[in-house]
């Protein structure tokens, strides 16, 4: 399974956390600060592996980002390269040629992405097309239902 | 400032949060920000305590935007469990999120959702569903997971694929919280392979495997289910194109790597599995797409499946083929698994991964850090009696121009492929100065005794080891390990060193004031640390007996750190003087040239683990004569000390070089790494002594067993045996010989005799009889036995085997 998923600028502030197993928030803290100085200090054209503890740590630099996914032992690292690669996708057709800054400003709507594509540390929905459709179907749902949560009840 | 263009009906961002974000990002300073964040938290607690008034959820995200910057949030668990049983669904949404984000199982809070969760999960709206069945897989609790198990399992059985999909991975999450869940879900589970929708389809491989990797039974029911798992990887391989799943050409490859995982824990130790989708795995071996990363990812997961499982052996060349295939890619990420793959193998599948040695070999050259750390790892599991010299080569190249964090590791892998591979003594040496030179400072500390143990049992390179020590020195005396070697070395072989001819190195004029000269040097530096300026100092002293003409100048260096500061210099140069002055007459003894040191530690090479039991030795070290300093490295002041100060011992005269009271290992290959050199037995082909007892008492009995070591010398074994059935305790031995007849008792292995014989005593005596008189020994015997001290005294005149 998946251990966690970070994402981080180059200036090492954080944009998006999720982790799959519970955690104390001083462990989760240090484990930021780690994944940022092992990653940020990668020289460049070397390759997006590396070993940590007893997890393999997968990171991809996507314009200023940094995705860093942690998998077990027994994981795919290619697939992982993949995973990332797809979330990056879903972003992107969301918000249109996504930026970090539409990540900063819609950050809930980041998760809601993420939610529907992954859980619980496993793949939930392997193909693009439906985890589109479901995020707008829920977008939706939240705007009929506020309007119609809105009118009185009598 | 910012932009949004949606090209779809997306929903309007919230105004209030991305004002409160941009008040932040506008802050200058630190202190700035601190200042703004704590603004609006309080706004935020405000707002929580108000009635609801429908900005709810904009509170909520704007505290989980802080709580993301590292503030502080708790305060806001209990707006998320209210939120979450809001019947708003953007309330649910962000409720929810918060959850996940704010609090874990260990929050007494989390407890309370539990219901709301619940409630949900039967929720006409399969979006609300969706929330709740997401939390619970995120941050379930073991009590969550119980209660609300029946309920999973019924939505994985009755529901639309989407609930479905999702339901599967709330079982996987149950599962691993409660383990004896897994059977609850079996059956479901089974049934979901049946499905077409690739979300479920991968839900239900990811649930089943792991009810497979927690529970035998699981395993064993699940493995009928390979030939349907074959049909579906079949159906993804040789379809065509489909939209919806397709990845640069390879339909599903998240799934399709999920199957083969399964197929593999399934067909591990098992003949028949593995025989079900030799088949399907040569086809997905030989048919994907290899260009694209994704395809890869599918081709690596097949050959971590066919090496893992019970393939036929040309499947297995097969994948071993396309590691080999992957160490050329020029993607450095196919490089780096290629060779973690291949370290997996390289213990069972020797041979293959050998073919590739040539790229693996090459891979040391790599910029990246990682596949460096690979490669290594790699070649030295590669190095074999057959290809030692030209890995050899490639190694010490590695060396020279390695990352620091990996010299350590290449300079001691070296090291353990030398000892073990060596084609001939020379070589080894030189592979070892080689290393010395370049990396000395990285290796481990047993590497100097280990070397002088070497260089002294090669007594043919002798004089063509000290020359290049020698010269080695003069060029360089930061490397401790090196200089250490070099100035024992010179002390001990100084005089072949100035005789100056020696065939394999070209010839060096050397006079005795440059050897001291070279000494000085490493005396004086203070590059030098304390051990090594210890070397040098003995060295200089034994050099007193090799030279002819500059004694008096050692003498004088001695006398000048008889009052060094340090410690250990000081006492060594008040013996060494001591030995100029009133010991002179045994100078020339203490200073003799080194017998070949045994072998102490047992088999064990730079402390590479043979998982050989260590036979015991007595704990002789290298202590074994008695009448000649030690060459260990700190140890040379006690026992200098032990020589000057003993009482026990009798003056001796020296053996003659080469020969001592001890037989040497003959020759014994000690690069092998082989039979510890016992001291006892083992060193020649004799017949089994026979043991003669000598005592015998209420079942405690003392047999010995003499053997012969030369002309003059011999070994007494001593073994004490209880076959009584009382304990017998402090059981000590102590032996009497003619006066002519010397006599050195070493160290009993214990003095605890317990009942029935459960463990022995031994001890080994040495006895040289260099007049050949009558040999006899008087022998006493004391212990405790049910406590009453027992001591006895017999005399042995007959010694069988002399």
């Not at chain 1, 630099?61 to 077990?72: D, G, M, Q, T, V």
């Not at chain 1, 009929?144 to 949560?149: D, K, S, W």
């Not at chain 2, 379809?239 to 339909?251: K, L, M, N, R």
Request: proline letters at 4%; one cysteine or more.
């Amino acid at each position: 399974m998946m251990r966690f998923l970070l994402l981080f600028s180059r200036q090492g502030r954080l944009r998006l956390q999720k982790w799959f197993t519970p955690m104390m928030d001083r462990e989760k803290k240090k484990i930021i600060r780690d994944m940022t100085t092992m990653v940020l200090s990668r020289q460049p054209r070397t390759c997006n592996f590396m070993q940590w503890k007893d997890l393999k740590i997968i990171y991809k630099r996507y314009a200023s980002l940094y995705f860093c996914l942690a998998i077990e032992s027994q994981e795919n690292e290619l697939l992982a390269l993949e995973v990332i690669h797809r979330y990056v996708e879903l972003l992107d057709k969301y918000f249109g040629n996504v930026c970090e800054l539409d990540i900063i400003f819609n950050f809930e709507k980041a998760y809601f992405i993420l939610d529907e594509f992954l859980m619980g540390g496993e793949i939930q929905e392997t193909s693009k097309q439906i985890v589109n459709r479901s995020i707008d179907a829920s977008d939706m749902l939240q705007e009929t239902l506020e309007e119609y949560m809105s009118k009185p009840a009598f | 400032m910012l932009q949004h263009s949606y090209t779809h009906t997306a929903m309007s961002p919230s105004v209030p949060l991305q004002e409160m974000i941009r008040a932040i990002r506008s802050a200058r300073t630190q202190c700035e920000e601190r200042g703004v964040i704590q603004r609006e938290c309080a706004a935020i607690r405000a707002q929580f305590r108000q009635a609801d008034n429908g900005g709810r959820s904009h509170n909520l995200a704007k505290l989980l935007y802080v709580h993301m910057l590292g503030y502080p949030a708790h305060f806001g668990q209990m707006e998320c469990v209210r939120m979450i049983a809001s019947s708003r669904y953007s309330e649910k949404r962000v409720g929810y999120l918060g959850a996940m984000m704010l609090l874990d199982e260990k929050q007494d809070a989390s407890l309370l959702i539990t219901n709301s969760i619940k409630n949900d999960l039967s929720h006409s709206n399969q979006y609300v569903q969706s929330l709740a069945l997401c939390t619970l897989a995120c941050m379930g609790s073991a009590e969550m997971c119980r209660d609300l198990a029946p309920e999973i399992d019924r939505l994985l059985r009755a529901s639309n694929s989407y609930i479905k999909k999702k339901a599967a991975l709330c079982a996987v999450h149950i599962v691993r919280k409660v383990h004896e869940l897994g059977e609850l879900f079996a059956p479901a589970a089974r049934s979901l392979l049946s499905e077409k929708n690739h979300g479920v389809l991968h839900g239900a491989v990811v649930l089943i495997t792991e009810l497979c990797e927690r529970s035998s039974e699981s395993l064993e029911r699940f493995r009928k289910t390979v030939p349907d798992l074959v049909q579906i990887m079949k159906g993804l391989v040789i379809s065509g194109y489909s939209p919806e799943h397709d990845v640069a050409g390879i339909s599903d490859p998240f799934l399709q790597v999920r199957l083969l995982r399964l197929l593999r824990i399934l067909g591990r130790n098992n003949e028949t599995a593995s025989d079900a989708m030799n088949d399907l795995l040569a086809q997905v071996a030989t048919n994907t797409d290899s260009t694209k990363t994704v395809g890869n990812a599918v081709l690596y997961e097949t050959v971590l499946t066919v090496l893992d499982i019970k393939s036929e052996s040309g499947l297995r060349v097969l994948a071993v083929n396309i590691l080999g295939r992957f160490l050329l890619n020029n993607d450095r990420n196919i490089r780096y698994i290629a060779m973690t793959s291949l370290q997996k193998i390289v213990g069972t599948d020797h041979n293959a991964v050998q073919r590739h040695r040539g790229t693996i070999v090459d891979c040391l050259k790599d910029q990246d850090a990682s596949v460096k750390r690979r490669a290594l790892d790699l070649s030295l599991a590669l190095v074999s009696a057959s290809n030692i010299r030209s890995m050899m080569k490639e190694l010490l190249l590695f060396l020279s121009s390695c990352p620091p964090e990996l010299r350590s590791q290449a300079a001691n892998g070296i090291f353990t492929a030398a000892e073990r591979y060596a084609p001939s003594k020379r070589w080894h040496i030189d592979t070892i100065l080689h290393v010395l030179i370049t990396a000395g400072g990285d290796v481990r500390d047993e590497t100097v005794p280990n070397l002088i143990q070497l260089i002294t049992n090669t007594s043919e390179l002798h004089c063509y080891t000290v020359h290049k020590l020698y010269r080695a020195l003069l060029s360089d005396i930061s490397q401790q390990s090196l200089v250490q070697v070099a100035c024992w070395c010179i002390g001990e072989y100084g005089d072949l060193l100035l005789r100056g001819d020696c065939q394999e190195v070209e010839p060096m004029q050397v006079c005795e004031d440059d050897v001291l000269d070279a000494l000085e040097t490493v005396l004086q530096s203070h590059m030098s640390s304390t051990a090594t300026r210890g070397f040098a100092l003995t060295a200089t002293m034994k050099l007193s007996t090799r030279i002819t003409d500059n004694v008096d100048r050692i003498r004088s260096i001695v006398s000048i750190y008889g009052s060094c500061i340090d410690l250990e210099l000081q006492q060594r140069a008040v013996e060494y003087n001591a030995l100029f002055k009133k010991y002179d007459h045994m100078r020339a003894a203490v200073l003799e040239r080194m017998p070949v040191i045994e072998r102490n530690s047992s088999g064990l090479i730079n402390g590479d683990p043979t998982g050989e039991p260590v036979k015991e030795v007595q704990p002789s070290k290298v202590k074994t004569e008695v009448s000649l300093p030690l060459p260990q490295a700190a140890d040379q002041t006690c026992d200098l000390l032990d020589l000057l100060s003993s009482s026990e011992q009798q003056p001796q005269s020296p053996p003659a070089a080469g020969s001592s009271i001890l037989t040497q290992p003959l020759g014994t290959d000690c690069s092998a790494g082989r039979d510890l050199l016992d001291l006892l037995g083992g060193l020649e082909p004799t017949p089994p002594p026979t043991a003669v007892t000598v005592y015998e008492k209420d079942g405690v009995t003392l047999t010995i067993v003499c053997e012969k070591q030369s002309d003059s010398a011999m070994t007494v074994t001593l073994t004490g045996f209880n076959s009584s059935d009382c304990d017998v305790s402090s059981f000590t031995l102590q032996a009497a010989v003619p006066k002519s007849v010397q006599l050195h008792m070493k160290a009993p292995s214990g003095d605890s005799l317990p009942a029935g014989g459960a463990a022995k005593v031994t001890q080994v005596v040495l006895l040289n009889n260099p007049n050949k008189v009558n040999l006899k020994m008087r022998i006493r015997v004391s212990y405790s036995c049910r406590g009453s001290t027992v001591q006895e005294t017999v005399q042995v005149d007959s010694f069988p085997g002399l």
